[in-house]
């Protein structure tokens, strides 16, 4: 009797952790740049960012980095819900601390995160003279 009960909680708390044993990080990169934006800017602003997603968690972490902007950032997220060319909603705001680089976590809903994995998702970085957005970077695995 032992045996078997043991063995079913084993079986059980193999099958309870499958899920977390098949997640995987996923790497999303893109290159910013007033182009991208929608509509383009007229600016000498560059950037970079590489997010790390969780695909169990939906927890996703980055580190943005630019140079050249018209001014200090004012903003920066990530939006979700556009593919090239469209504008959307914020899902992911990165704070207050907007110095290059940017760097922190946090949490993507179901639809955001498969926004992300369907190439819908942008990191945007805003400045007073670019209120909607001085650069603008696609994120793609």
Partial sequence: MRRTTLALGLVAAAALA????????VAYKSTSNGASEVPPVQTR?????????DTATKQVSWNITYTGLSGPATAAHIHCGAAPGAN???????????ASPI???GQMTDAQFADLQAGKC???IHTEANKGGEIRGQLMP
């Fill in 45 to 53: 602003g560059t950037g970079a960012a590489t997010v790390n997603a």
């Fill in 122 to 124: 942008y990191v945007n």
């Fill in 88 to 98: 959307a909603g914020v899902g992911v705001n990165f704070g207050t601390n907007l």
């Fill in 18 to 25: 499958w899920p977390y044993a098949q997640a995987a990080v």
């Fill in 103 to 105: 760097t922190g976590s």
